[in-house]
């Protein structure tokens, strides 16, 4: 199993923190109520899209803020 760092996800970058969609996200699934960072290796990734896929886990609901353009 890989041990490299694939995917990085903050929930302090998302659109939809503090939203009803935060609730059945893929991240609040795996922190807890707590939201923060969540990161996973390739091999880790690969297993919560199948698993969210399968409709296991719930799904990664993240949509990184966009930054502003002047």
């Known amino acids: 199993m890989s041990s ?3 995917m ?3 929930c302090r970058d ?3 923190r503090a939203t ?3 609730d059945d996200c893929l991240v609040s699934f795996v922190l807890g109520s707590t939201p923060g960072a969540v990161e996973f290796a390739a091999d880790d990734a690969a297993l919560a ?3 969210s896929g399968e ?3 719930p799904r990664l609901k993240f949509v990184a803020i966009s930054p502003r353009r002047h």
Do not use: A, F, P, Q
């Open 14 to 16: 998302c659109v939809r």
């Open 20 to 22: 009803t969609d935060c």
């Open 4 to 6: 490299e760092i694939e």
């Open 55 to 57: 409709g296991m886990i």
């Open 49 to 51: 899209t199948l698993l």
């Open 8 to 10: 990085s996800i903050s």
